[in-house]
């Protein structure tokens, strides 16, 4: 059973660009969860998703990030505009179910983003 | 709002040494709690975690961790450290109710290991 897959692992881009992170969640796993951890940091909360549907966006930044996980495909984390401030790794977590008490996550290798 | 502190910012200990990494947490029920180890340039991985019961928990890598309700506190200890074990350890709490599925981590704590 592969683990959570991320790509790139590692993303360069200008200011001004546009990143696009994915994630495939582990086989079963329908709940998907995005971390970043800044240098010398822990890892911070961004976004938790279902298949097609958005469950707590509380710790997206309000301008520029958005996050969606279709019914098919991997999970897309998309930075528009990036600034130096957004380099960082990104984390990936699945999980199997909503279910209090056994929905451990499990995290993807990350994407390491560099913004020139 | 539910948080994490470690106050161990970096830790070395000699290969052979037992090892104690202190977490403590605020979270106002009953919290799950999680240890992540994360070697250099890596991912996360699962050390142990406690939901309910025996408030001892063993984990992989002969880490156990022991919660202690009237401490607030998820301490991670090993007899005896190897090399191998050099790595960041972070302590993560998350909530027992739905809707707040996030996990919250603590800044972590560095572990070096001396030969």
């Known amino acids: 059973n592969a683990g959570v897959m991320q790509n790139p692992r590692h993303l360069v881009r200008r200011r001004g660009q546009e990143a696009r992170l994915r994630c495939s969640p582990m086989?079963?796993?329908?709940?998907v969860y995005w971390y970043r951890q800044l240098p010398e940091e822990g890892l911070k909360f961004m976004v938790y998703?279902?298949?097609?549907?958005?469950?707590?966006e509380s710790g997206m930044p309000k301008e520029r990030f958005s996050a969606e996980f279709p019914k098919e495909g991997p999970s897309i984390l998309r930075i528009q505009q990036v600034v130096r401030g957004d380099s960082a790794a990104y984390f990936c977590a699945s999980s199997p179910a909503r279910r209090v008490g056994t929905d451990t996550q499990y995290f993807g290798p990350g994407t390491r983003l560099t913004v020139l | 709002a539910q948080s994490v502190t470690q106050p161990d910012i970096h830790i070395t200990v000699s290969e052979g040494a037992s090892l104690e990494l202190r977490c403590n947490y605020s979270y106002g029920a009953t919290p799950y709690l999680f240890w992540y180890v994360q070697s250099p340039g890596q991912g996360l991985q699962l050390l142990l975690k406690?939901?309910?019961?025996?408030?001892l928990v063993q984990g992989i890598k002969g880490f156990e961790a022991e919660f202690k309700r009237s401490q607030s506190s998820f301490n991670l200890r090993k007899p005896s450290v190897h090399w191998s074990d050099a790595a960041e350890y972070f302590c993560?709490?998350?909530?027992?109710?739905?809707?707040?599925?996030?996990?919250?981590f603590g800044t972590g704590t560095r572990l070096t290991i001396i030969p």
């Open positions: 406690y939901f309910s019961g025996d408030t």
């Open positions: 086989k079963g796993h329908s709940h």
């Open positions: 998703l279902q298949k097609e549907n958005i469950i707590d």
């Open positions: 993560a709490v998350g909530a027992s109710n739905f809707g707040n599925e996030k996990l919250t």
